[in-house]
């Protein structure tokens, strides 16, 4: 039972390129987050989904999309990366209730 | 939208103080209130939730008090370990079965 999983855990992006994170849980959790840490700005959600093939926006969508093909899988797009994408992307999970979210590892993503 | 302030932004307590953060939120809120603890290079982990109907919550050393009607809630560590030393983050349910969490305590505590 490996959880909620992330990858890549580290990723280095140049402005302009585009890329896709992955987050994978085993748990049959219906609800999936995707999250942006900041430092002193706590956890700021990005996109999330409530079901299989359902993704709404968060509180700072702008410059992501999201895709929930599978129900065990979540992706994250990064259309044009901008410097102002640096961050540790978490990625969550949750079963009935939001309160109880079960985190991956996180994904380092550094745009130059 | 939401708004959770936290406070305060970091503290440094000797083994065996209490730290005591706290949270407030300005908006109507859902469900349990929780609490993460997050270790570096690690994701957060729920520490502890509270019912809304309830005004302390207790779970080995951790306590969460509750002030639904000041739209409040704190997290007090007794007898706290350098084991404890992590960033803790406070989080609001909202509508939507979505949370939206505080700017975060990095707290050390000191042998």
């Known amino acids: 039972n490996a959880g909620v999983t992330q990858t890549p855990k580290f990723r280095v992006l140049k402005t302009g390129q585009s890329m896709t994170l992955l987050c994978a849980q085993d748990m049959n959790h219906e609800y999936m987050y995707w999250y942006r840490q900041d430092p002193g700005m706590g956890l700021r959600l990005i996109h999330y989904s409530v079901g299989e093939g359902t993704t709404a926006k968060g509180e700072v969508p702008d410059g992501y999309n999201v895709s929930r093909l599978k129900k065990q899988n979540f992706l994250l797009g990064l259309e044009s990366a901008a410097p102002s994408q640096t961050s540790v992307y978490f990625c969550?999970?949750?079963?009935?209730?939001?309160?109880?979210?079960?985190f991956g590892p996180g994904t380092r993503l550094t745009v130059l | 939208q939401q708004q959770v302030k936290q406070s305060p932004q970091s503290l440094i307590v000797q083994k065996g103080g209490i730290p005591i953060i706290n949270c407030a939120y300005e908006?109507?809120?859902?469900?349990?209130f929780p609490w993460y603890q997050q270790f570096p290079g690690k994701g957060p982990a729920l520490l502890i939730a509270i019912r809304p109907d309830v005004s302390e919550k207790k779970e080995g050393r951790f306590t969460i008090s509750f002030n639904k009607s000041a739209k409040q809630f704190s997290l007090h560590i007794m007898d706290s370990q350098p084991g404890d030393s992590a960033t803790y983050f406070c989080a609001v349910n909202n509508a939507g079965n979505m949370l939206t969490f505080g700017g975060g305590t990095r707290l050390m505590v000191k042998p």
């Open positions: 908006n109507t809120a859902f469900d349990y």
């Open positions: 969550a999970s949750s079963y009935l209730s939001a309160y109880e979210q079960f």
